[in-house]
């Protein structure tokens, strides 16, 4: 797992991409298939399961950008990539508390990638937020919460729904998880450590 720095920046996150042979190679996906350097404009930033190394098989490699004009963005990333193998866009985001976004999907080598974008700065992203929270939490349990989130994830459960489990929050585990990540470093550690045997 990674440890230490706090993976702000997209190369802190890339830096972070040697702990293991699936995020190695994660990494030479990233780098070899000019995906960084083609949505430089939008502040790529890698994110999900694979930088805080819980993800499991079939697990996406994500990109979070930032995107003030998703029409543009879209039209550009057709533009530039819609001829990769199985590459689709799908819009979001018309619930009244959601922000418009856009995800696109493409197979890079055996990688699914999904790409979203959001005319919100990375750094205040869902994905972004439930990441580091969850990066906090893995380097405060160590080995044996890291192995149950893992655990948890491997018999099917999606990621925000497995930490809720472990910490025994109630409610919209995506909500709640939001809410840990507005929480100072060290009250988050105080309160997982008095929620979890780890």
């Known amino acids: 797992m990674a440890q230490g720095g706090e993976m ?3 190369a802190e996150v890339l830096a972070h991409l040697a702990c293991n042979a699936r995020q190695q190679d994660a990494y030479r ?3 070899s298939s000019g995906l960084l350097d083609i949505l430089a404009d ?5 994110a999900g399961t694979v930088p805080i190394d819980i993800d499991v098989p079939g697990s996406d490699l994500d ?3 930032y995107a003030e004009d998703l029409d ?20 979001g985001g018309d619930l009244p508390d959601q922000r418009p976004y856009v995800t696109c999907n493409l ?8 790409i979203f974008a959001q005319s919100v700065p990375v750094n205040r992203q869902n994905a972004y937020l439930h990441m580091i929270v ?3 939490l893995l380097q405060l349990w160590g080995d044996a919460g890291h192995r149950e989130i893992r655990r948890l994830k491997q018999a099917g459960w999606k990621t925000e729904p497995a930490f809720a489990s472990v910490l ?4 919209d585990p995506y909500v709640e998880m939001l809410h840990l990540a507005e929480m100072k470093r060290e009250d988050l550690c105080n309160w997982a450590r008095s929620r979890t045997s780890f």
């Open 29 to 31: 996906v990233l780098q």
């Open 72 to 91: 543009a963005f879209e039209a550009e990333i057709h533009d530039q990539i819609g001829a990769v193998g199985e590459f689709r866009c799908v819009r």
């Open 63 to 65: 990109l979070l950008c």
């Open 42 to 46: 939008y502040h790529p930033y890698p």
């Open 8 to 10: 702000s920046t997209t």
């Open 107 to 114: 197979q890079v080598g055996h990688w699914p990638v999904e």
């Open 168 to 171: 025994g929050l109630q409610g």
């Open 134 to 136: 969850e990066w906090r």
